[in-house]
């Protein structure tokens, strides 16, 4: 049915494509991009030259109808496709973007279409570095001359005003993917674009935000696409965004920031539909009045420009906000007048997403800014309106320059208004910028002696959160939650004093928003916190415990919304997590209650639950870890069905390992397998564990699974390196290979891929082991040859050498050497970063030659971000190593490396760029770091 389906649609599509309605051929176009997404080019062959066809007809109506298909289509064409679809396509582009003829929509797909390719085009130059030249750069002159053409022309449609914006979209892409070649064709449309800002101010201010009559996005083409000024506006604070991450536009920028942070400004004034949307649904004000909101809109489009400026501009940044918001404010009427209100709503929430910033400068005392007399001229007035967005916005600013604020009693004052913001009849918004207040003020007040300021006031605000969030849903509960979590531990007692009734409604919560990841999250954040306070901890196990242990041995769902499989391991999940949590801060010894019926209900369900239960499998073992490391003792004396509870740990351990079970399922059992050989020592079987990791090892394909099962022996590697490296020696892996051999070969291959500080530490420490008993002597492990590809990512998939050329091989001691020389590298280089992050950096930027893929991730930096902060985990701090410090460990061992004989032929191997940091380990990577430190003491 389906092949005949899509027969019928080939075959009517090409000519539907032609008809003379509109949306009879938006219908067509999208069914025929669908089916061409999965079938084109090898199952629909003759697609392309049919479009083409069409589009060189001359007909309006077929021209518009295939620009609709590649507009859908171009998403989908690969680097492979794009040889062969460019030069007949892309001329026919060109010309059809000069022409007048076939309708504003034609010329705004065509230029569209070329914004998609030049973001394709410009990361292939990774790898075919004249792609480009080729492919795109020929067109670029005919194609930039127009666009600028066309924002410089006055707009005299609605239509018109998209076109503009896909304009800019175009330019604004190729700034940054070919700054070179833009060169002085920025400086050329800047004052155009300067022109629409200020020209459309007025128009946006008093035609869209103080309209109540404006419907959004009312203007669009004739598909109903969205377009109208505030899409341009959009557009515009684009190209502006991508101008700063440039030095050289970053000069221009400069000398017009007062002007255009003005502008931006004028552009955060509350739109009047946003209001009356908001005041329907108080939860969508807290979704959508942030930068980050899914919701983009002209005013969280500008909220996202200021901080972006503030951030790459700094000092210069922050004095052109001063000003821009002093002339504003100087030159307003009456606040209680129309909709003077929003001006001081704007210029508040400029200063509240520029306040990081903002607060450096001041503290460096780089600009005169007085945040005590914005307070008293701007706050005091606005609070005293009856106009609820500007009261919430204001109690939210001030509680962020709290350290600011001009007199101890204006503090005092901030937070009686916090406290009597916190009811029911509170209107939502100035509600919702209390909560926000008291986030900002925890987050600026880090002392307990800061907070003893706060004390007084927590006996009303604590109760009034809990009672608040027992009436709210969503993005509303999850503010108030997230507000809870920072403010019980300021004053504990209170939660202690009502402990039995906090926990139940939190673990209520907890089985009500069961199926809502973000809700069950911040949850979850409370009750940790909860669990913090020794008080709570009887509470805890008698109210909250039995609750979870409820939900893990119930086989249906536990909430109506919880239906799936999928969704039941992924709530029993959540549970374990929140109960390892308790595990680790409960009193020792351990309760009864966790002994006697946690740890039989964890064990249980993570030995019997299906091979493919990722979330139970990782969840259970770190549980039972968090067992075994805190009470190994009380688990070892508990009797199940005639075994003893650590026994039941290697018929876990045994289960993770079996290849069967899911890959993702063991991620942890590293961690479990490492905790049980200290805990349990020589009690164990260790030939028969390490056997089982070796195997299981062999048939993982995921780096961060393979990481876990080597740390394993890395750690035993730092505990005795020669008498684990002999026990290795005995035994093979499944395929008859030495198990030595093949965990060194494995572990240099990842070690790139490496995730979390205490692991690669851990490796680097045991890598410096084992370096020197290579090179000394004649150990026959220096001969084993090691993968030297590099790791690269191509279609999703992990990849170790360039397509065409065969693998690259090194011996075992310089694989080694690099590994540490380029680790040496990341640790200098973010040294480097870390102090450059103390400098205002306002001047530097990409430099205009930069290659456009050099922006990307490496690797290593991703698998860094993806990883564990394994630096906090509990069992890590007890490690010998865990107060090693890695950098100084690893500089101190290439030095005295570099005295070897070996050195020199092993730095005779590295890349060019690797030999730069190892030449010389004194004379060049410790100057390289006292230059880091001069720069830090000059600030």
Known sequence: KQWY???????????????????????????????????FPESW?????????????????????????????ANDITDNQIHTVSPILFPRLVTLFKMTEFGVSCRCRAISIFTIFVDLIAHMGSVKHDASEKLLFPYLPDLISESLRVIETPISSAPEFKLVSECVNFLAKLVQAYPKEMGDKVSTCLPVLWGLLSNNSATYVSGVANNPEYVEDEAGDSDGSAGGLDMLIQSIFEFIKGLTERKKYKAMIKKVLPDVVGLVISYLTLPEYQIEQWDADPEKYVEDDEEDSMNYTVRTSAMELLTDLSVELKTSYVEALIQAITKIMSSVGDINEGYNWKIYEACATALNVSGEVVEECMEAKKVEFSFGGFYNTVVLKGLATDKPYLQGRLIWLAASYIKDLPSPQAAQQLLDCIANSLNANTKPPVMIGAMKGICAILNELESDEQKAILHSHMEKIVPALFELASNMEGDFLILCLDALRVTVSVRPEIVAGEADKVNAFLVDLFVKHANETFIIATVNEVLMTVADIPECQGSIQNTVVPVLLQMLTTDGPTSPKKKGEDDIDDMKGDVLELMTTFVRKAPLPLADKYVSDVYPTVINLTLTCKKDSTAVLQAGSECIRAFISRAYDQISALNLNGLSGSSYVL????????????????????????????????????????????????????????????????????????????????????????????????????????????????????????????????????????????????????????????????????????????????MIEDKQAEAAGDEDSEDEGVSDDEEYEEQTLTLAQIAAMLGDDDEDDDDNKDHPLYEVDAFEHLNGFLSQLSKHGAYPSMVGQLNDSKKEKSTDCDSALIPLLKKTERGRANM
Not at 11 to 38: C, F, N, Q, W
């Open 651 to 826: 018929n876990l351990i045994s289960r993770l390992l079996d290849p069967e079970v899911a890959e993702y399922g063991a991620l942890y059992s590293g961690k479990l397998i490492s905790v049980m050989i200290n805990k349990a020592g020589p009690s164990l079987n260790i030939n028969e564990i390490l056997q089982g990791v070796l195997n299981r090892l062999t048939t993982c394909e995921t780096p961060t699974v393979q990481q876990s099962l080597l740390v394993v022996f890395i750690k035993l590697f730092n505990h005795d390196l020669e008498g684990s490296m002999t026990f290795l020696q005995g035994l093979t892996t499944p395929s008859g290979e030495n198990a030595l051999a093949y965990v060194l070969r494995q572990w240099c291959e990842i070690q790139v891929l490496f995730n979390g500080e205490f692991e690669t530490k851990l490796a680097i420490v045991a890598f410096t082991k084992l370096l020197p008993l290579l090179i000394t002597g004649d150990s026959p492990l220096a001969t084993i040859m090691v993968s030297d590809d590099d790791v690269s990512l191509e279609t999703g998939r992990l990849l170790r050498s360039k397509p065409g050329s065969g693998p690259v091989e090194v011996p075992l001691p310089v694989k080694i050497f690099k590994i540490l020389v380029q680790e040496l590298g990341i």
């Open 45 to 73: 062959p003759g697609l392309f030259e049919a479009l083409m066809e069409l589009l060189g007809s001359g007909e309006g109506n077929k021209i518009n109808g295939v620009m609709k298909v590649l507009d859908e289509l």
């Open 5 to 39: 389906q899509r027969r019928v649609a080939i075959t009517a599509g090409i000519s539907g494509l032609g008809d003379p309605i509109s949306k009879v051929r938006s219908s067509v176009a999208a069914v025929m991009s669908e089916i061409a997404v999965h079938d």
